[in-house]
């Protein structure tokens, strides 16, 4: 099968299997299981690598895993957690549990066994209990939409396993596809949401915008470092990942949504990231700074090669004004309004970007001519030279508004004294009610933005001169006129056609009486 079949294929099995479930509420079940399967396989593939298992000729590893003797187990899971941050006892592995469903061995109680006793295990290894702990929380296993009853649930999830299990974790060619089905299946939820999707997710084409951008010119004698302060299901963070083309990262990230957090980890995970080189939070972004470390005694912010973001739009915030305090807002002098919590996330990624670092970050237009407070910030923004670029974006490209967006390219120590203005509105494919960049229009974007020179009716590189003769407007029609003028009429021509229209339509009525002439009565009318 190739990894579009599968994908396919899961999908239509998802839709048959959740009934009446809405897709966000069905995600957690058939995503946590994907997860889980995940987990187990690659906790045996560990212990054949390392050779820990008496494996009889033939012999599923799995089953050697179940007879190793009771009295060395916990030495066994001690081994596993302090390499892999998890372990799974042999009575709760995914194979094990597919076997009692296969036999119809599975008790409903198992369920919860199998998820209390990871919970118990994410405790071993305490550098990744951050990683593991309350990962399965969001698995309601008592919810009436699974069932009326206790055996009628435990069937139904049972049911979602048996569909897991027929996803295959590689490909004909023997690649790992595991996380792309994750991947895929998360978007067609989120399409399948309407407005939820905003919660926890960008779709891909704008997240490789972002990518290709903050990754220009990234150095590769280290790990590169990104921070996505609304990470959302961490498909951001995994598309920046996929633009360093192999080359080592460290992932951060912050989100409220407990749901949405869990699903992160998850998600980051199933592509191959180590908890190790990561570090997620669940907290509130604006509400207490993070991530930073601690060096004698004095908190200080981590820095980063790059910070995406995808934040809510226009949110509510609690802009109290002992926040003009906090060392991520002071230096700008406002606070952004408690209705339009916009520039607070800005302010806040701008605060955690290494000196030659790049932030993107999506957000609406009003960003980038509303007053008051928020010009204020705006204009400090360019006075500090913050600001590298504005890139407009089309409508209806995301699953929970349809408003056009844009993005603001950041950068702290810039030599540059100009603001580069891209309209991309228009650049887009639609494919029923949703709007879509094609390849070719992301390539325009990125490729305008490395050029940055003016291209007529596209973009404009606009000098600080500019920006405040029109009052620290960035209003993008104000720099980038898209304005076609409609063909001169000739006249003469005009007049010619007309009279050649008159003349066919001579010509057509005078064939047309002849041949009326010719006709013939038939009977006495």
Request: hydrophobic letters at 40%; proline letters at 4%.
């Amino acid at each position: 099968m190739t990894v579009n079949q599968v994908e396919t294929k899961m999908w239509a099995m998802a839709n048959e299997l959740r009934g009446n479930m809405s897709p966000s509420e069905f995600q957690t079940y058939i995503l946590s299981f994907m997860f889980y399967q995940y987990l187990s396989s690659h906790q045996e593939s560990y212990l054949i690598d390392q050779d820990l298992l008496d494996i009889q000729d033939g012999e599923d590893p799995n089953a050697a895993f179940l007879r190793v003797p009771v009295d060395e187990i916990e030495d066994y899971l001690q081994d596993i957690a302090a390499v892999l941050g998890y372990a799974i006892r042999p009575e709760f592995t995914w194979k094990t549990l597919i076997n009692k469903i296969e036999n119809h061995a599975l008790r409903a109680s198992d369920f919860q066994d199998v998820f209390n006793d990871f919970e118990k295990n994410a405790e071993i290894n305490p550098e990744a209990t951050a990683d593991f702990r309350g990962i399965f929380n969001d698995m309601n296993l008592t919810n009436s939409r699974l069932g009326t009853t206790t055996d009628a649930r435990a069937k139904a999830l049972a049911g979602i396993m048996q569909m897991v299990q027929e996803v295959r974790l590689n490909d004909a060619g023997g690649r790992d596809v595991l996380g792309s089905v994750y991947e895929y299946l998360i978007g067609q939820f989120a399409a399948d949401s309407g407005k939820k999707a905003g919660e926890f997710y960008t779709p891909h084409q704008v997240s490789q915008v972002l990518a290709r951008i903050v990754t220009l010119g990234a150095k590769t004698d280290r790990p590169f470092r990104v921070y996505d302060p609304t990470m959302g299901s961490g498909s951001l963070l995994l598309t920046v990942q996929n633009e360093l083309n192999g080359g080592s990262v460290h992932f951060s990230g912050q989100e409220l949504n407990t749901t949405t957090y869990n699903l992160s980890r998850m998600n980051l995970m199933m592509h191959g990231v180590d908890y190790q080189n990561m570090q997620l939070h669940n907290a509130d972004t604006l509400e207490s700074d993070w991530p930073s470390q601690e060096t004698n005694g004095v908190s200080r912010p981590e820095m980063f090669d790059a910070v995406v973001a995808n934040p809510p739009y226009s949110a509510n915030w609690d802009n109290d004004d002992r926040k003009l305090k906090d060392p991520r807002f002071e230096p700008y002098g406002k606070l952004a309004p408690k209705t339009k919590a916009d520039y607070a996330f800005v302010l806040h990624a701008l605060y955690h970007l290494d000196k030659d670092g790049t932030a993107a970050i999506v957000l609406p237009h009003g960003v980038l001519f509303r007053g008051a407070a928020e010009g204020a910030i705006r204009k400090a923004i360019i006075d500090k030279n913050q600001l590298d670029a504005v890139i407009g974006l089309p409508a209806n490209l995301f699953y929970s508004t349809s408003i056009p967006t844009i993005v603001l390219v950041l950068k702290k120590n810039r030599t540059r004294k100009d603001i580069l203005f891209i309209d991309a509105s228009q650049g887009f494919e639609k494919v029923k009610k949703q709007n879509f960049l094609r390849n070719e229009d992301i390539d325009k974007i990125v490729e305008t933005y490395k050029a940055r020179e003016d291209v007529d009716k596209y973009a404009h590189v606009a000098d600080l001169d500019e920006i405040k003769a029109n009052d620290y407007n960035l209003n993008i029609p104000r720099y980038v006129d898209t304005f076609e003028e409609e063909a001169p009429i000739d006249i003469a021509a005009v007049k010619q056609e007309i009279k050649d229209v008159d003349a066919e339509i001579a010509k057509l009525e005078a064939e047309f009486a002849a041949m009326e002439a010719e006709l013939v009565m038939t009977d006495g009318e």
